[in-house]
């Protein structure tokens, strides 16, 4: 991929994005990161070696729509996940991360609203915003983030992880000195 970090303007996000058996979701899920309102973004695919089923079909198509800025990366075994998450984040160039599921869709303004949120704090390492849940047959909600106590952190995660990875951008070094997702089977599954 030939972009370039440009430190003078808006700041590189990478997104990365696991895939196993989701051709019937993904080409939605990029389009929403084609929309998104920040213009410097990055696309890595990491197909975790999942059947024939169109998505790499699907991200060839979104790679011509955006030059230089979709890269797909195939698992050669079934790794996981967390694997998976990590392949992608351990080829980004970004100066943030957000990792996104291909069955899930962002806003046109998701990665603006999360960047602004850092703003020149540099003690600030990860930004999570709200969720729309939908279910078929079920009214649509919005995840129970706003008014969270931090007091309660981090047994509440215990109960109910309402921080969803989709919804979450991250510093890109920080990503990296944690040493990125667990891959312990007990763990990702």
Request: zero cysteines; charged letters at 20%; a negative charge.
């Given at each position: 991929?030939?972009l370039e970090k440009d430190t003078g303007k808006a700041p590189?996000?990478?997104?990365?994005?696991?895939?196993?058996?989701?051709?019937?979701?993904?080409?939605?899920?990029?389009?929403?990161?084609?929309?998104?309102?920040?213009?410097?973004?990055?696309?890595?695919?990491?197909?975790?070696?999942?059947?024939?089923?169109?998505?790499?079909?699907?991200?060839?198509?979104?790679?011509?729509?955006?030059?230089?800025?979709?890269?797909?990366?195939?698992?050669?075994?079934?790794?996981?996940?967390?694997?998976?998450?990590?392949?992608?984040?351990?080829?980004?160039?970004?100066?943030?991360?957000?990792?996104?599921?291909?069955?899930?869709?962002?806003?046109?303004?998701?990665?603006?609203?999360?960047?602004?949120?850092?703003g020149t704090a540099e003690t600030v390492d990860a930004v999570?915003?709200?969720?729309?849940?939908?279910?078929?047959?079920?009214?649509?909600?919005?995840?129970?983030?706003?008014?969270?106590?931090?007091?309660?952190?981090?047994?509440?995660?215990?109960?109910?992880?309402?921080?969803?990875?989709?919804?979450?951008?991250?510093r890109a070094d920080a990503f990296r000195r944690v040493g990125?997702?667990?891959?312990?089977?007990?763990?990702?599954?």
């Amino acid at each position: 991929m030939a972009l370039e970090k440009d430190t003078g303007k808006a700041p590189l996000v990478s997104v990365v994005m696991p895939t196993y058996r989701m051709g019937a979701f993904i080409a939605d899920a990029l389009r929403s990161v084609g929309e998104q309102t920040h213009p410097v973004w990055e696309v890595l695919v990491v197909d975790d070696h999942g059947p024939d089923d169109g998505t790499h079909e699907h991200v060839r198509s979104f790679a011509a729509q955006f030059p230089d800025r979709v890269e797909l990366i195939v698992h050669t075994e079934n790794k996981g996940v967390s694997a998976a998450r990590n392949t992608g984040a351990q080829q980004a160039r970004g100066e943030y991360l957000a990792f996104f599921d291909p069955d899930d869709l962002w806003l046109p303004d998701h990665l603006s609203k999360l960047l602004s949120k850092f703003g020149t704090a540099e003690t600030v390492d990860a930004v999570a915003g709200p969720v729309m849940i939908v279910r078929e047959g079920v009214a649509p909600r919005v995840s129970a983030m706003q008014g969270w106590p931090q007091r309660y952190f981090p047994p509440t995660l215990a109960l109910s992880n309402f921080i969803q990875p989709s919804a979450t951008l991250l510093r890109a070094d920080a990503f990296r000195r944690v040493g990125g997702f667990d891959t312990a089977p007990l763990i990702q599954r």
